[in-house]
């Protein structure tokens, strides 16, 4: 089992950056693909990018290539994903999840375990 807490969301303008973190507690963080998916009020659950347990596969969401990276440190147990060039359609809150698979899948109905989530807010 792990447990996951966001960190890093806030409120800034258009064209900023923000870099949100996920910090794992619990055991075999570098067996798990590790994804951020967003959900925006009145909206479903989207995914936005993962990456495999090794970090050479990386899967993005069409509306966040080229502006968004995620990336992980295993041996601080973390996941990240770099913002850059936020837009006001990017305000939702941010999840990450977790799924102790070798590959990254899309799916929000996949992952077993998720942070609680952090807000970010693009105001315009």
């Known amino acids: 089992q792990v447990q996951l807490v966001e960190s890093g969301g806030g409120l800034v303008q258009a064209g900023d950056s923000l870099r949100l973190s996920c910090t794992a507690f619990?055991?075999?963080?570098?067996?798990?693909?590790m994804s951020w998916f967003r959900q925006a009020p009145g909206e479903e659950r989207k995914f936005v990018a993962g990456i495999n347990w090794n970090g050479d596969t990386t899967l993005y969401a069409d509306d966040v290539k080229g502006r968004f990276a995620i990336s992980r440190d295993n041996a601080k147990n973390t996941a990240f994903l770099q913002m850059n060039s936020l837009k006001p359609e990017d305000t939702a809150v941010y999840y990450c999840?977790?799924?102790?698979?070798?590959?990254?899948?899309?799916?929000?109905?996949?992952?077993?375990?998720w942070g609680q989530g952090t807000q970010v807010t693009v105001s315009s």
């Open positions: 619990g055991r075999r963080f570098s067996s798990y693909t």
């Open positions: 999840a977790a799924l102790l698979i070798t590959v990254v899948v899309r799916g929000a109905d996949d992952y077993a375990y």
